[in-house]
């Protein structure tokens, strides 16, 4: 099959109306890459879990394990790029001359990836003047472990991995007074946000305690999807 040939069949799967398409480039190579409609991050679930499954309930053992803390979860992190902050006991809320045994000790576990978009296969000319959509997806566990137990940070970034030419956060409040215990899905989609982005970097946050034992907060799902505009019919 010929350059052409792919390149027309490229913008058929796609409907690529109206968008850049150079003969310059390598079209075998760019329909092999399959740069649209497919998750851009490795590892999307590091812990094996799926969204369609309810998170696991918290394992509690009948006699406490007592040991060293712990303040990251296992899981295969190949991929991604991890730190660990261990935050300083709160005692706050506690009235003088109580006598506390015990303090659960909180942990932010970071995870980041950055998403090469030439690299997955898009090109300067569809990234500048055609900006596919930019779709973020995630999914946390739901629990009572805190009020604070998550953050997002996705910023779409130049040539020189720092201009940060648009970016999204999410830092969400949790209703601990409330048992769920679900997936809690966290989206959002990048449109419109000028020429120059080639990198994408995904950056979220979620927050552990032990005490005694550990209890991590969970996630799955994660992904970043560039996707053709919707144009109307």
Request: hydrophobic share 35%; glycine share 6%; proline share 9%.
């Amino acid at each position: 099959m010929s350059a052409a040939e792919f390149r027309k069949k490229f913008e058929a799967e796609w409907s690529l109306i109206g968008a850049p398409m150079p003969d310059s480039l390598d079209w075998k190579s760019v329909y092999e890459a399959k740069p649209l409609g497919r998750n851009l991050l490795r590892n999307p679930a590091p812990f094996g879990l799926s969204k369609d499954t309810p998170p696991p309930e918290p394992e509690l053992h009948d006699v406490p394990i007592r040991g060293p803390p712990r303040f990251q979860p296992d899981g295969d992190y190949t991929g991604w790029t991890t730190s660990t902050e261990v935050l300083p006991y709160d005692n706050s809320g506690i009235p003088p001359g109580v006598v506390i045994c015990e303090l659960p000790r909180y942990s932010w576990f970071s995870m980041e990836q950055v998403v090469d978009l030439k690299a997955e296969g898009l090109w300067e000319e569809m990234l500048d003047e055609f900006q596919p959509e930019i779709v973020i997806q995630d999914w946390y566990e739901e629990s009572q472990l805190h009020e604070f137990i998550y953050q997002l940070h996705v910023k779409l970034l130049g040539a020189d991995k720092s201009t940060v030419i648009s970016e999204h956060t999410v830092n969400p409040t949790e209703d601990c007074s409330i048992y769920s215990h679900t997936w809690k899905e966290v989206s959002h989609v990048f449109s419109s946000y000028g020429p120059g982005v080639r990198y994408v970097q995904f950056l979220h946050r979620l927050k552990n305690s032990f005490m005694v034992e550990f209890f991590p907060t969970l996630f799955t799902g994660s992904s970043v999807i560039v996707r053709p505009v919707k144009t109307s019919s």
